[in-house]
């Protein structure tokens, strides 16, 4: 099994940057496919961020391509959200996520942590 803890939330200004982390603990952090999936108020949780074994492939939702990035880090064992040019419509509990597949899907996601509040405010 793998653990994962995210830290970095909060609230933050319409247009302004915050950037979440994730440890993760536990398996080899580097056997594992990482996302970050966010859910908002009466809403499903949905994919955000994808990045590959080495970190060489990305994916983005639509909604947030062009404003956040993911990157990890393989001897610190950690995965990283940074976003930018906030809105309001990404105030959400995120959650990172992983998986032994190359996926978008929630269902595909093993392990997940247990989440951080995002704020962002008009």
């Known amino acids: 099994q793998v653990q994962l803890v995210e830290s970095g939330g909060g609230l933050v200004q319409t247009g302004g940057s915050l950037t979440l982390s994730c440890a993760a603990s536990?398996?080899?952090?580097?056997?594992?496919?990482m996302a970050w999936f966010r859910q908002a108020p009466g809403r499903e949780r949905a994919f955000v961020a994808y990045i590959s074994l080495s970190g060489g492939a990305t994916s983005y939702a639509a909604s947030v391509k062009g404003r956040f990035t993911i990157s990890r880090d393989n001897v610190k064992n950690t995965v990283s959200l940074h976003m930018n040019n906030m809105k309001p419509e990404d105030t959400a509990v995120y959650y990172c996520a992983a998986s032994d597949r190359d996926s978008n899907s929630r269902s595909d996601y093993n392990y997940w942590g247990q989440g951080t509040q995002v704020t962002v405010s008009s």
């Open positions: 536990g398996r080899p952090f580097s056997r594992y496919r």
